[in-house]
């Protein structure tokens, strides 16, 4: 399942469901840069809203989920109070409510652990925070019954300068557009690119003030 984030329907939401949503971030006074953005951002909160709607709502249950780069924010003892939820980052956090946190790099971790996951989510990390959009899904992917995450891209130009660590040399990053996705995305999905998914990948519709592109995906994982 693939859902591009389009000005319509981020109008319906603001009609009804953005206060509810709202509501329970403002539950927990968790200080953080993810809540902060939360907090701040009804766009933001929207792209929250389609990636973990129904573990907020209670409506899923007793679920393993592991949850990559997710920082901390006040919406997350609601999930975690109904399912075994895991938060992997490589940020420090303090210590929240029934939410098992674990300082790390994803990259280190193994993919199985113990046991399969039900759910492995990632909210805004791929393809441009982290560039290992594709290593990250032949890892986790045949070790979880799902993945979903929010991928963010730029169809018009749009670059960053970065220091690189342990080094003098400044980089100039350009950021991924919705091809170079679609490209990765294509290795897991075959023929199934098919031409409308294609023009929602090449579409430059955003809600966002900065003009960035954001889809939501949702893909079956190998775990049974
Ligand atoms: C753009 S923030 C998104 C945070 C949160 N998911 C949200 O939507 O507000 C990216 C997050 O990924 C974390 N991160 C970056 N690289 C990571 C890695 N290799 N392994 C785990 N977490 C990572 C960062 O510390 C940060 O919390």
Redesign the pocket.
């Given at each position: 399942m693939i859902k591009f984030i389009t000005k319509s329907d981020y109008g319906e939401y603001m009609s009804g469901r953005d206060q509810v949503v709202l509501e329970i971030f403002k539950e927990h006074n968790v200080k953080s840069?993810?809540q902060e953005?939360?907090l701040g951002s009804p766009q933001?909160r929207y792209v929250?809203d389609l990636v973990y709607g129904d573990l907020l709502d209670g409506h899923v249950k007793n679920r393993n989920i592991l949850d990559?780069?997710?920082?901390m924010?006040g919406a997350m003892q609601r999930i975690a109070e109904n399912n075994t939820y895991c938060v992997?980052?490589?940020?420090q956090q303090p210590a929240f409510g029934n939410v098992r946190y674990l300082q790390?790099?994803?990259?280190v971790l193994n993919g199985q652990g113990t046991v399969d996951w039900d759910i492995v989510i990632c909210?805004?990390?791929f393809p441009n925070?982290?560039q290992r959009l594709l290593m990250f899904l032949d890892k986790f992917l045949p070790h979880c019954r799902e993945i979903r995450m929010s991928l963010t891209y730029f169809n018009h130009p749009t670059w960053y300068q970065a220091k690189r660590v342990g080094g003098d040399e400044m980089l100039t990053m350009l950021q991924w557009n919705g091809l170079n996705v679609a490209e990765v995305l294509g290795e897991n999905w075959g023929d199934k690119v098919d031409s409308d998914v294609m023009s929602g990948f090449t579409s430059n519709e955003s809600i966002f003030p900065n003009g960035r592109q954001v889809c939501v995906i949702h893909l079956p994982g190998g775990a049974t």
């Open positions: 840069q993810s953005w939360h933001k929250f990559i780069g997710a920082g924010n992997v980052d490589i940020m790390s790099a994803w990259e909210n805004d990390l925070v982290d």
